[in-house]
């Protein structure tokens, strides 16, 4: 069971905006603003959508944002197009010797 | 661009060792911490820890599931990571990619390399 909770799916038609949540504690989610997203398509490497919450590193579409409130941290992708559907997992600092993951969301663009 | 490629997987029989590796380029490794990551056969990602930059003390943390049995560490004149898997059990089957760590977190990961435990 992983320390963090996501729906194991998600989806949304080509345009439209789809958000995808992560939950956790006041040790990890809670407990500072290194929280990140990852990308995901089958057979590929993880790739870094998001981090430190809301950052975006160079060369992923503004269409990724995200959003921390509380223990909660948030996906949100807008303007779904075909390429984005994949696994996403969120991922949290949870102290000087660990980091913690999501279980995965499968997002489908219909 | 951060290059990141990981070599030394293969099946090995439960109990045995293995040692992978992991070859940076596209940045100074000697200033960067890494990590490992793993992932088994369908399933989700876990953290194996992670090592500090040499300036920064070069030591490294794991978490408690894999304390003991592996051991992170690096040669900077090599840019090469290193993750050293001992006593290795048939639940240790998965993909192990490294990464950057930065932030808290992985960052960027390598293609990853797998590795089978099976008699």
């Known amino acids: 069971q992983s320390a963090l909770t996501q729906p194991p799916s998600a989806s949304g038609s080509p345009g439209q905006s789809v958000t995808i949540s992560c939950t956790g504690t006041?040790?990890?989610?809670?407990?500072?603003?290194?929280v990140s997203w990852y990308q995901q398509h089958p057979g590929k490497a993880p790739k870094l959508m998001i981090y430190?919450?809301?950052k975006r590193p160079s060369g992923v579409p503004d269409r990724f944002s995200g959003s921390k409130s509380g223990n909660t941290a948030s996906l949100t992708v807008s303007g779904l197009q075909a390429d984005d559907e994949a696994d996403y997992y969120c991922?949290?600092?949870?102290?000087?010797?660990?980091?913690?993951f999501g279980g995965g969301t499968q997002l489908t663009v219909l | 661009e951060v290059q990141l490629v990981e070599s030394g997987g293969g099946l090995v029989k439960p109990g045995g060792s293995l040692r992978l590796s992991c070859t940076a380029s596209g940045f100074t490794f000697s200033n960067a911490w890494m990590s490992w990551v793993r992932q088994a056969p369908g399933k989700g990602l876990e953290w194996l820890g992670r090592?500090?930059?040499?300036?920064?003390?070069?030591?490294?943390e794991y978490p408690a599931p894999v304390q003991g049995r592996f051991t992170i560490s690096r040669d900077d004149s090599r840019n090469t990571l290193y993750l050293q898997m001992n006593s290795l059990k048939t639940e240790d089957t998965a993909v192990y990619y490294c990464?950057?760590?930065?932030?808290?977190?992985?960052?960027?990961w390598g293609q990853g390399t797998l590795v089978t435990v099976s008699s």
């Open positions: 990464a950057t760590y930065s932030s808290g977190v992985p960052l960027y």
């Open positions: 006041s040790s990890d989610v809670g407990f500072s603003n290194y």
């Open positions: 090592i500090k930059s040499r300036t920064d003390g070069g030591t490294a």
């Open positions: 430190e919450v809301s």
């Open positions: 991922g949290s600092y949870a102290g000087i010797n660990n980091v913690v």
